[in-house]
């Protein structure tokens, strides 16, 4: 079979189960199993394949197939300006989660070493993308899922951060280190209703832990700003991303806990998405 040959049967097997980009993903699927860009694949597209190559671009277009996301068949997702390793245990990183490091880079001079928290690290790919447009500031990244934090460790010695992140495998309930000048959280913040409506590629295949915000998606939120207000610094910064619809409620705990909004920024489709906010 040639190149041609398995694009054609991959895209019509995904198409099938209602893949939305069938003929992307079993690109991006060929490309990894033989190790070749995409480019190359189109300019040698009469190549005959390996029959172990035919096996393992078969098992992975049955996982796709099975709705699991590209970004664990590939083993990696862009994020910012960079590659990150991703698996299932973390959650994949979205575009409009890039918000949160246009805001936190406003606040953090390229001439100063500040000290920053990352509560609920997940892959890693929020405060490594700081670090790398900040070298001078340092870094602990917490996580309560171990295998979470494995996943963001092996992302900062891919970008060589390794010495300046430190992770740490705990909830922030039981977090006691303060004097931060800025925290950054990402937390989970998807209700109970709302998580049985998500796409099939997130309710079965992403992480739980990392998307459920208990039955009015506030839990962890809230946990999040009380506990900020004892770990940050006065005048210290709060960015935290929210679902779309949490803006209102998000911004009385954090009116109530005494922090001063900053700015409300929107996503990529114009909904309410991260919140900047100061301890006074």
Sequence with gaps: MNYNEILKKG?????????????????????KVINRKREEILLNIDNK??????????????????????????GYKYFWKYKFVTNKYVLIPRPDT??????????LPNDKSKK????????????????????????????????????????AKLHQLENKINFINIDID???????????????????IDLNRLDDDIKFHEPKLAL??????????????????????I???????????QKNISIKILKENGFYINKISKDLSRKDRCIVSTKL
């Design 116 to 155: 920053i928290l990352d509560i609920g690290t997940g892959s890693g790919c929020i405060v490594v993308s700081v670090l790398k447009e900040r070298p001078k500031c340092l870094a602990t990244a917490i996580d309560i899922s171990i295998k979470a934090l494995n996943v963001a460790k092996t992302n």
């Design 212 to 233: 459920s915000g208990g039955s009015d998606g506030l839990k962890e939120i809230k946990k999040v700003i009380i506990k900020s207000k004892r770990l940050l610094k």
């Design 49 to 74: 394949l390996k029959n172990t190559d035919i096996t393992r671009f078969k098992s992975y277009i049955l996982r796709r197939q099975q709705k699991e996301p590209m970004a664990y068949i590939l």
């Design 98 to 107: 890039e918000l949160l490091i246009e805001q936190t880079l406003k606040y």
């Design 174 to 192: 039981k977090y006691k280190s303060s004097n931060y000048d800025l925290i950054i959280s990402n937390p989970p913040y998807v209700n109970s």
């Design 235 to 245: 005048n210290g910064k709060l960015i935290l991303e929210i679902g779309y619809k």
């Design 11 to 31: 895209e019509n097997l995904l198409k099938k189960n209602k893949i939305k980009n069938p003929y992307l993903d079993t690109e991006l699927i060929l490309s």
